[in-house]
Structures are given as structure tokens and as C-alpha cells.
T-cell receptor, first 109, second 114 residues
Framework: RKEVEQDPGPFNVPEGATVAFNCTYSNSASQSFFWYRQDCRKEPKLLMSVYSSGNEDGRFTAQLNRASQYISLLIRDSKLSDSATYLCVVIKRGSTLTFGKGTMLLVSP | DGGITQSPKYLFRKEGQNVTLSCEQNLNHDAMYWYRQDPGQGLRLIYYSQIVNDFQKGDIAEGYSVSREKKESFPLTVTSAQKNPTAFYLC?????????????FGPGTRLTVL
């Protein structure tokens, strides 16, 4: 099993739709979790950290399920500008970041 | 403005030549990182540095070298020993290593070896 796995997509959704991505991780010692957004041919940028209690930032909600070893990202009321690749990032204690390959989202008018 | 700069944005080299990619940050971050991204792939860690004059190999260090003589600068040399050097190279920095702090990325350098 790969350290961090994501469905590559693409997820094609219309504007206004709700879409969710999952990311599974293999190491139960993983400590910190993030979602990054990467636009085509650009650098990744932090979208949000993922806390054990779950967290919400506007239209974006991140959840962590330690028992099943996955994190999720929910996007409500999708905008055209949400079209990007979403990278899942997992960190083990005292270690460096491990990136998933990303899930591509395409929002259409 | 604070941030991370990488230069050049695009770089072309002939096979067998060494090439050095620049990375500078004025965020006063202690830790700096180099990643490589290939099409359809996740980011893979090449080297990282937690403090000046110290650096560690990442997952794919073979064929690369780095230096950290100044806090602000972490140049990456792609040597002729790197078998598949054509890729998108991203530099990042954070307050500390160990992963709890957000990593800020530079705009990247696209290296093409002809």
C-alpha cells in the first residue's frame, strides 16, 4: 500500500455542486495532515490543515478519520475558480512531508 | 514583500552538463526543502535543510547536491549523474522542520535537458 493515496480524477462537476475527495494513508503514526491546492503549472499552496475534530473554512470542510486512516475534503457550492489539483499531505512525527499525487477537480459552467 | 523566489523559471541544458537552480527566501525560515514533480506524480523530496550549514538527503537525492551557506539561500545542483533530470523543481521553506509548520513554495523552475 502506498504511503498516501488519492483518486487522480478528474472530478468533473457543474458550478454550485458539492464534491468530496478522500485521501488514505498507510502509516498509523502519521501526525499532521494538510490539503494543498495546485493550479496548473504553478506551485502548491496550503488550502487548510486538517484537525482531529474536523475544521471548516468557508465552503471547505476537512475531516480526519484516524481509525480508517483517511482524510477528506468537502467543497460546497463549487466555483469555476476551484478548478485545480488538490494534494493530500501527511506527516509522521519528526519526519518530512509526504505528498499524494493529487486529485484533479474541473468545475464547469 | 516576503516570499520565496526561484530562478530561472525555465531552464534548458544539454545532457551531461551540471546546472544549479537558485532558491532564496526572505521569510526568516530556518528550514528549506527541494522537491521534484513529474507529470501526474506527487512531489518527491530531494534534499532538506533544518539549519545553516546542515542538510539531509530526501527520498531521491542521487544525482543532486545542495549547500546551505546562508539562511536565505538553498541552491540545488543537478549533476550529470542524475539519469532523468527533466522535471519541475520546487523549493519550499518553513519555520522549522518536523512537519508541523506550513511549507511555503516558490514558483518553481522547469528544467529541460536536451
Amino acid at each position: 500500500r502506498k504511503e498516501v493515496e488519492q483518486d487522480p480524477g478528474p472530478f468533473n462537476v457543474p458550478e454550485g455542486a458539492t464534491v468530496a475527495f478522500n485521501c488514505t494513508y498507510s502509516n498509523s503514526a502519521s501526525q499532521s495532515f494538510f490539503w494543498y491546492r495546485q493550479d496548473c503549472r504553478k506551485e502548491p499552496k496550503l488550502l487548510m490543515s486538517v484537525y482531529s475534530s474536523g475544521n471548516e473554512d468557508g465552503r471547505f470542510t476537512a475531516q480526519l478519520n484516524r481509525a480508517s486512516q483517511y482524510i477528506s475534503l468537502l467543497i460546497r457550492d463549487s466555483k469555476l475558480s476551484d478548478s485545480a489539483t488538490y494534494l493530500c499531505v501527511v506527516i509522521k512525527r519528526g519526519s518530512t512531508l509526504t505528498f499524494g499525487k493529487g486529485t484533479m477537480l474541473l468545475v464547469s459552467p | 514583500d516576503g516570499g520565496i523566489t526561484q530562478s530561472p523559471k525555465y531552464l534548458f541544458r544539454k545532457e551531461g552538463q551540471n546546472v544549479t537552480l537558485s532558491c532564496e527566501q526572505n521569510l526568516n525560515h530556518d528550514a528549506m526543502y527541494w522537491y521534484r514533480q513529474d507529470p501526474g506524480q506527487g512531489l518527491r523530496l530531494i534534499y532538506y535543510s533544518q539549519i545553516v550549514n546542515d542538510f539531509q538527503k530526501g527520498d531521491i537525492a542521487e544525482g543532486y547536491s545542495v549547500s546551505r551557506e546562508k539562511k536565505e539561500s538553498f541552491p540545488l545542483t543537478v549533476t550529470s549523474a542524475q539519469k532523468n533530470p527533466t522535471a519541475f523543481y520546487l523549493c519550499a521553506s518553513s519555520w522549522t522542520s518536523g512537519g508541523k509548520d506550513e511549507q511555503f513554495f516558490g514558483p518553481g523552475t522547469r528544467l529541460t535537458v536536451l
